[in-house]
């Protein structure tokens, strides 16, 4: 990766191994802000978070759920019919204008699971305060993800 010109930053916490936050890389996305790859313990790159910039000034999130909205299509397109959960939260979080504060406080839940043979790919709608929002896509290898998960039990197991 370092030989196309692709500048890796260790990324701290051990939740999926040993990470880096990617930058100086040609974005797949337009509005791409920032990717996180995963290597887990074995060197094999498992999962890649891609995020998106902020979608600011919109409680309503009417800006990301459009861009949500056109990414649905296009993984859809790619990796066939997915799986949706999108819920409100009760209460003022049922009301269009608090949609990203639900999401933030964990109220709402918006993603899509797209699902292959060898990939397990996630759109998801994230929150970081009451009127900013952004999207994310998980993709994780299903085989490199068992063999993380078999390493990380591996070490657990070596530490108790």
Do not use: C
């Not at 397109?77 to 049922?94: F, N, R, T, W």
């Amino acid at each position: 990766m370092r030989a196309k010109g692709i500048e890796l930053t260790e990324f701290e916490g051990l939740d999926f191994g040993k990470s880096y936050i990617a930058t100086k890389m040609e974005k797949a996305l337009a509005d791409q802000s920032a990717a996180l790859l995963s290597f887990g313990f074995n060197d094999k790159l498992w999962r890649v978070l891609i995020t998106s910039r902020p979608f600011s000034d919109d409680p309503a999130g009417t800006a990301v759920l459009t861009r949500y909205g056109e990414l649905a299509s296009l993984l859809s397109e790619k990796y066939g019919k997915p799986s949706q959960v999108h819920k409100l939260g009760d209460s003022i979080y049922a009301q269009s204008g608090y949609f990203v504060a639900g999401i933030r406080g964990g109220q709402s839940k918006w993603f899509t699971n797209f699902d292959t043979s060898n990939l397990a790919i996630q759109l998801g709608i994230t929150a970081t305060d009451s009127s900013t929002a952004g999207w994310r896509i998980i993709y994780e290898n299903k085989v490199y993800r068992r063999d993380f998960d078999a390493s990380k039990r591996s070490r657990e197991k070596g530490t108790l």
